[in-house]
């Protein structure tokens, strides 16, 4: 790698996509899915309570200019309980976890969760990395979403990911052309199968939403988009990419990540999910 990504700023930029990308929303979809966030300084916290799923109730944005201190901490679980969430997750890098997390963790009743892989490079070294749109599968081609595509593309990425709900479709609809995002797809004839966005934050850009529906895998859609993002990055003057997807455990194989390996990623470090949940109620200061 040729330059290393600041853990700070990659933290930072990763939390913002997910904050954009649902408070960015309009207000009847904001109200129907009773989204809500947080600033804590550079530091970012996101509720969605009527997302079963509780993968928006999230944290983030962790950093030398915002550590996650106990007072911090604290502010952020108030924030999930006042939300009405069941569930939420502080992200947090561990080269930033304060000398003292293990006893807020254990104050604030903050339990382990699943592991992500957080990733990195700058564009240059992307740029060099293997074609993805070259070696494209027959039949299909990549290029960028407009807007008269949006509710196809959101539905493509939110039913991949198991968000089933209309108005969860109406939120990521709802991006397509906001100012900082590119959303890129893979078409069949007139069909959407893959999508993929990219989220400018500054020099850093972050790869988000990375899906395909089943009958489209194994044809090179995700390493085509990543190849067009990379460019879109280096259009819009980024100097960094980052990426996060799930760390690979004993005996298992994350697709997602080999795709990143392969397209000039590095990995920059394992990050645990540090998980609240509101049936423990509200901790002893």
């Not at 198991?162 to 906001?178: I, N």
Request: hydrophobic share 40%; glycine share 12%; with cysteine.
């Amino acid at each position: 790698m040729k330059t290393t990504v600041p853990v700070g700023l990659a933290e930072q930029t990763e939390m913002a996509a997910y904050t954009d990308f649902a408070t960015g929303a309009p207000a009847p979809v904001r109200e129907e899915l009773g989204i809500g966030s947080l600033h804590v300084g550079p530091a970012l916290a996101l509720a969605i309570r009527e997302d079963p799923s509780r993968f928006f109730n999230r944290a983030g944005g962790f950093g030398p200019d915002q550590p996650a201190t106990a007072d911090v901490s604290t502010r952020v679980c108030d924030f999930f309980r006042e939300q009405g969430v069941p569930q939420g997750s502080l992200m947090i890098a561990p080269p930033l976890l304060p000398s003292d997390w293990p006893s807020t963790a254990a104050r604030l009743r903050l339990t382990e969760g699943s592991r992500f892989a957080k990733l990195g490079c700058d564009v240059e070294t992307a740029l060099s990395a293997t074609d993805g749109v070259a070696a494209l599968g027959p039949g299909l081609r990549v290029g960028m979403v407009e807007p008269h595509q949006a509710r196809e593309w959101a539905t493509v990425m939110m039913t991949t990911f198991g968000f089933t709900a209309p108005a969860m479709a109406d939120m990521a609809a709802a991006c397509v052309g906001r100012p900082n995002w590119r959303q890129y797809a893979a078409w069949e004839g007139e069909r959407i199968i893959a999508v993929g966005s990219l989220f400018v934050n500054g020099e850093c850009a972050d790869m988000f939403g990375g899906a395909t529906l089943p009958e489209g895998r194994g044809r090179g859609a995700q390493s085509a988009l990543l190849t067009a993002r990379v460019r879109a990055a280096r259009a819009a003057g980024c100097r960094w990419l980052v990426a996060e997807t799930g760390a690979e455990g004993p005996g298992e194989h994350n697709t997602s990540l080999h795709n990143m390996l392969r397209a000039g990623f590095e990995p920059l470090y394992e990050r645990v999910t540090w998980l609240w949940r509101a049936q423990q109620g509200r901790s002893n200061a």
